[in-house]
């Protein structure tokens, strides 16, 4: 098989897959109540996230007339004209999913999210009052007429759109932005116990009529836009690269849009005036039925109802870090597994390197870190305790780039010395280097990471850390950070492979020596773990091992263009994609090497723009103990997992596992092991 068509899977489309089965979760029984609604909702906000960058990206291809191809051959016109009857019918689903199973089930415990229509007299008073007091004061109403023109529409925000009727003019069209500043469902207070919400766009349009005094208002139609979310910089021709982010930002709320989502009952005179003035195509309207927007159901999961989420767990703290880190750290080579362990020994150990007098120098990567980061507290810490600090602080971070602008200013006015990134290249990769003097010498203390320095996120993400003072180590993060900061054009390490300068050729190598090996021997071995597969170079190496023998495992969470089990190409290659309780973040490559197994961990997924377009960071694990822990615990429990699997088919579509009458949950075993309750180990079966 050598047509592209056959040999790869559309990203774009294996995207939309990923996307369905966090939404086929919000319908499994096997959730808490609230764990199903965060499903859902999760859902939503990650479509919007698809249209403003993926299919933004498909909008730009066309308007600038490229004929550039697709993995699987399709120009962007065609899989823009694949993805929308798709996402139709994923948006259908996921309101049949709220109106039929989610919100039911939310009513039987006690949870009410009402149409305004459902409220007595004294509820819509109370609502009443609500409006006047609350919502009334921040509500502009925007007229379109000669005298003034078409509302801007930001993106994200969704607006009603209204038919007035003017006694002198006939009828006239006005929006009304639902105010992003207010929360989606506004409570109705109750005497019974029962929690009753009403959703904030339907009380406006029950008092609209309170905004056009003389006038009547005929009819109110929600509608949301969704713009394009990549922020256009000219990085080349920028003096500062901070106030070319900022600018960037600014124009972000004026980009292309790229889907306009109506309430199915908005009439076409409506919906033309929409097309129009927003310049787009009746290809971009999306029609559903019920409330849009549905990622504010989010809003619910703060509910004080613990019976209807998932049971909390504290994170496992690991023995050998808990008195002397320094001392732990230099005996042997210490792994973090996250949220199973906690992430808090790496915090205390940065907050120590600052109080400790021996420590001269930390630096540190940053890329998302969180509204509240403990980390960039600790490191302002280590330079009020007159260390030398210095933070690579990734400007670009799509969608955190507001958040690391401010980080940014904190950090330089706490004296830090910040590095805002490279030119043409995000810094992805995860690195922390502590400089200590023992006696006559310097040693150099690291952490590298698959995941962010971002304490909420590690309570919700599987990640990986690895803490370490080997000295091969130590000298590369010394080097490769004189490359960041500096103008060294780093290209070889001891231990590391970086992209872009070497870690695809690092991965390609390895999966080559798997190869020949299987020809020489008979026998190979290859299990990545990773968030996506994508690039061709490295599926074209994956289907020349598999031709050669190798037994390949694949656990992609996201999206795979790679076709798995097919003859002739990819007979011994299996994917699966586990979904479940806590976001599966974590990168591990895991050579056989003929016997003298070799894992390598990484903050790189195996996508293009990982391996050629940023700083990323791929890294051995070479302690034997650990290396066994990876294989026989980690990967083996992913591997063994029924309960959140979902398997590739040849096809691009996914199946459940239907051969274990008794499921098994990788990310439960896993949290139950690192709590010391689960003394077993899943074991990698070998076919």
């Not at 009304?176 to 109705?188: F, S």
């Not at 009439?267 to 409330?291: H, T």
């Not at 420590?359 to 305790?385: C, F, N, W």
Request: aromatic content about 8%; some cysteine.
């Amino acid at each position: 098989m050598t047509t592209s068509a056959g040999r790869y899977l559309n990203r774009y489309l294996s995207w939309l897959q990923f996307n369905h089965r966090v939404l086929a979760e919000a319908r499994r029984l096997r959730h808490p109540l609230l764990e199903r609604v965060k499903f859902l909702a999760i859902f939503s906000s990650n479509l919007d996230e698809f249209f403003m960058v993926k299919v933004a990206d498909l909008r730009d291809e066309v308007d600038a007339g490229l004929r550039e191809q697709s993995l699987d051959g399709l120009s962007a016109a065609e899989q823009i004209a694949k993805i929308k009857p798709i996402v139709a019918e994923l948006a259908a689903e996921q309101h049949r999913c709220w109106a039929e199973e989610l919100r039911p089930a939310l009513r039987e415990a006690g949870v009410f999210v009402c149409d305004y229509a459902e409220l007595d007299d004294k509820q819509r008073g109370e609502m009443t009052r609500v409006f006047h007091e609350q919502i009334f004061p921040v509500l502009t109403p925007l007229a379109f007429d000669p005298g003034r023109p078409f509302p801007h529409i930001s993106n994200l925000s969704l607006s009603l759109a209204l038919i007035v009727h003017d006694p002198r003019h006939g009828e006239r069209f006005a929006r009304i932005k639902v105010p992003g500043v207010l929360p989606r469902l506004i409570t109705v207070p109750t005497t019974n116990g029962r929690t009753l919400l009403v959703w904030l766009e339907q009380i406006i349009a029950a008092h609209v009529a309170t905004l056009f005094p003389g006038m009547q208002v005929a009819a109110t139609y929600p509608f949301k836009v969704t713009r394009h979310g990549d922020v256009d910089l000219r990085e080349e021709e920028a003096v500062d690269l901070l106030e070319t982010v900022e600018r960037g930002l600014r124009e972000r709320q004026f980009g292309q849009v790229v889907r306009l989502t109506i309430d199915e009952s908005m009439p076409q005179r409506l919906i033309d005036i929409l097309v129009e003035n927003l310049e787009i195509s009746a290809d971009d309207v999306y029609q559903v039925q019920g409330p849009l927007g549905l990622g504010g159901l989010i809003q619910l999961y703060g509910l004080n109802r613990p019976n209807l989420k998932d049971p909390p767990f504290v994170p496992a703290l690991p023995a050998a870090l808990a008195t002397d880190r320094f001392a732990a750290i230099q005996r042997q080579d210490i792994l973090l597994h996250h949220p199973f362990e906690s992430f808090a020994p790496l915090v205390e150990l940065i907050r120590a390197a600052a109080d400790d007098p021996n420590v001269l120098a930390i630096k540190q990567t940053l890329y998302r870190v969180g509204g509240d980061s403990p980390i960039v507290a600790a490191l302002m810490h280590a330079r009020e305790r007159g260390k030398q600090v210095t933070v690579l602080l990734e400007l670009k971070a799509r969608f955190d780039e507001e958040n690391n602008i401010e980080w940014a200013r904190q950090l330089e006015q706490a004296g830090v010395h910040v590095v805002y990134g490279l030119i043409g290249l995000k810094t992805h990769c995860k690195v922390a280097l502590i400089v200590r003097k023992e006696g006559d010498a310097l040693r150099r203390y690291v952490h590298l990471s698959t995941g962010n320095y971002n304490a909420s996120t590690a309570r919700l993400y599987t990640d990986i850390g690895l803490l370490t003072a080997d000295a091969d180590i130590g000298a590369d993060a010394s080097e490769l950070f004189n490359a960041l900061t500096g103008y060294a054009e780093q290209r070889a390490y001891r231990q590391f492979a970086v992209a872009p300068a070497g870690l695809r050729d690092r991965l390609q190598s390895l999966i080559a020596r798997e190869t020949e090996t299987a020809r020489a021997t008979g026998t190979g071995r290859l299990i990545f773990k990773t968030n996506a597969l994508t690039d061709r170079p490295i599926i074209d190496a994956l289907y020349e091992a598999s031709a050669a023998g190798v037994q390949i495992d694949l656990i992609v969470r996201g999206m795979c263009a790679l076709r798995p089990e097919l003859a002739g190409l990819s007979a011994t290659i299996r994917v699966r994609s586990i979904v479940g309780r806590f976001l599966e973040h974590s990168r591990i490559y895991y050579f056989e090497h003929g016997g003298q197994p070799e894992v390598y961990l990484s903050s790189a997924d195996l996508m293009r723009r990982n391996l050629d377009r940023r700083v990323e960071t791929m890294f051995p694990v070479t302690q034997p103990d650990l290396v066994a822990r990876l294989r026989d615990e980690v990967l083996a429990a992913y591997l063994r997992d029924t309960a959140n699997a979902h398997l590739l088919q040849p096809d691009g579509t996914y199946t459940r596992p239907d051969d274990d009458p008794v499921a098994f949950d990788s990310q439960m075993w896993l949290l139950a092991r690192a709590a010391g309750s689960e003394p077993s180990h899943p074991r990698i079966r070998h076919e």
